[in-house]
């Protein structure tokens, strides 16, 4: 099982706002960071350090954290943003050490 | 632009060793200000970070494939390897090459890849 725990699944309406979480100790004292994953293709980063967006990504996409969780939220969820979702931080077993939690498939309805 | 291509065999019989190259262009794998990674992902599965090099050398592993794994860079081709030893069925995946921060002057290092390879798929079959 990973550090980092997610939801397996979520689904959203159409329009609608969702919020993806990912709960782990190292997110005590590291930042997270979330990517958007399509079939075939590589991850991308959608939310880094927490709450940072890169160039490019749609503002509908924020991120935010509360004690050992963080959260990935959409706001107006788009059909293109169906997709699977991965956060990821510092390993709590020692520096350097990097995980990802176990993803979460968001279907957009 | 950087990018990032990982080449070498998609079948590898099982207890033998897989051998993965990432070609760097647009970068390069002798700055100080990056970190080297390979990352799998089992078929229908999540992300593994299997480990990382910096330009000196110095590597991390993930302590659940420390055993097996070496990743090592060649400056002179600007790529870096992967090599994991004694591979079973479990280890059938796509294999990601990918970059993450370092700061040296706070000795920051950058849990999260920024740039990533598209990817190659290694099978563990006989």
């Known amino acids: 099982s990973s550090e980092l725990t997610q939801d397996p699944a979520v689904s959203v309406a159409l329009g609608q706002t969702v919020r993806i979480t990912c709960q782990g100790d190292?997110?005590?004292?590291?930042?997270a960071t979330w990517y958007q994953q399509k079939p075939g293709q590589a991850p991308v980063i959608v939310i880094f350090?927490?709450?940072n967006r890169p160039s490019g990504i749609p503002d509908r996409f924020s991120g935010s954290t509360s004690g050992n969780s963080a959260s990935l939220t959409i706001t107006g969820a788009q059909a293109e943003d169906e997709a699977d979702y991965y956060c990821?931080?510092?390993?709590?077993?020692?520096?350097?050490?990097?995980?990802f939690g176990g993803g979460t498939k968001l279907t957009v309805l | 632009q950087l990018q990032l291509q990982e080449s070498g065999p998609g079948l590898v019989k099982p207890s033998e060793t897989l051998s993965l190259t990432c070609t760097v262009s647009?970068?390069?794998?002798?700055?100080?200000?990056?970190?080297w990674a390979w990352i799998r992902q089992s078929p229908g599965k999540g992300l593994e970070w299997i480990g990382s090099?910096?330009?000196?050398?110095?590597?991390y592993y993930n302590p659940s494939l420390k055993n097996r794994v070496t990743i090592s860079r060649d400056t002179s081709k600007n790529q870096f390897s992967l090599k994991l030893s004694s591979v079973t069925a479990a280890d059938t995946a796509v294999y990601y090459c990918?970059?993450?921060?370092?700061?040296?002057?706070?000795?920051?290092?950058?849990?999260?890849?920024?740039?990533w390879g598209q990817g190659t798929l290694v099978t563990v079959s006989s």
């Open positions: 990918a970059r993450h921060d370092y700061d040296l002057w706070t000795n920051y290092y950058k849990y999260y890849f920024d740039y």
């Open positions: 647009g970068g390069s794998v002798s700055s100080s200000s990056y970190y």
């Open positions: 090099v910096y330009y000196s050398g110095s590597t």
């Open positions: 190292s997110l005590r004292r590291s930042y």
């Open positions: 350090d927490n709450k």
């Open positions: 990821n931080s510092r390993g709590s077993t020692g520096d350097h050490l990097v995980v």
